[in-house]
């Protein structure tokens, strides 16, 4: 993957019969892969032995997962680079200075890595990333609170569900052969495709005002969005003899502790 970060990618990416080493696209032979298994690769896909499926997909995978986490070189694929397919603008820098500030680096990665799963789940089930100034596309239910689009990473991915059990290598190939993945999690993607398709996902709640928050309409509606409201004193600067001042205020609380 750091190969393919620092490498440009030919439009008939991944090609294992090219021998021909190149500084400007990815070559195939530092993958040192047996020479078995690369005497029955084929360019006709009816033909492709399932072990080149399998690679070829988590290949592919590599490439959009190296996207979303600061790739800086580009795309070539006849299928079109991922950030053009998901209408994405990465922001390098704010990427690379995510990566500096943790700890966990792998954690990241894998929380960008699930964010590529959230999106073709949500493309199965037509919620597409809106990217127009009006929401046009996305067919807002303002009274129900309902979207049909993505638009911000942390409130509308999260709200899509993947399989717990569901493998790292199976989130490299979905997105490019869906068919190879395990019953169990076709299953269940099938399923939250379904959810998806009938309930869309909420809208961001956006900046409540107190006086919303006080409202019995408003409060009933949150509800029944999984959270509640609460009276909190929270701080509020200080007074002229520089101690601090607390405010009571009215807050939301999750019902369900694990969607904070």
Known sequence: MDYIRCSSISSDFPNFNDGELSS????????????????????NNDTKTLFQRNLEAAM????????????????????GSYEHRYKLNIDNQRIKIAFERTDSPITQLTE???????RLIAKLAGINTCTYPKHLLCMPDIK????????????????I???ENMTLLEKMQCEHDFKILSQTTLDAINIEVA???????????????????????????????????????????YNLNGDKQYQDMLVLESLNKSNV
Do not use: C
């Open 144 to 159: 129900n609170g309902v979207i049909r689009g993505i638009h911000s990473t942390w409130n509308d991915l999260n709200q």
């Open 24 to 43: 400007e696209l990815f070559n195939a032979n530092i993958l040192n892969l047996p020479t078995q298994e690369q005497q029955q690769f084929s360019t």
């Open 112 to 118: 960008l890595l699930d964010n590529n799963v959230r």
């Open 161 to 163: 569900k993947i399989l």
């Open 60 to 79: 592919h995978g590599a490439v959009d997962l190296a996207a979303v986490a600061g790739g800086y070189n580009e795309d070539l694929r006849e299928k």
């Open 195 to 237: 959810r998806l398709i009938e309930n869309g996902l909420q809208m961001s709640l956006g900046t409540l005002t107190q006086d919303t928050l006080k409202s019995d309409a408003a409060r009933k509606v949150l509800n029944e969005r999984g959270f509640d409201v609460i009276n909190e004193s929270r701080h509020r600067g």
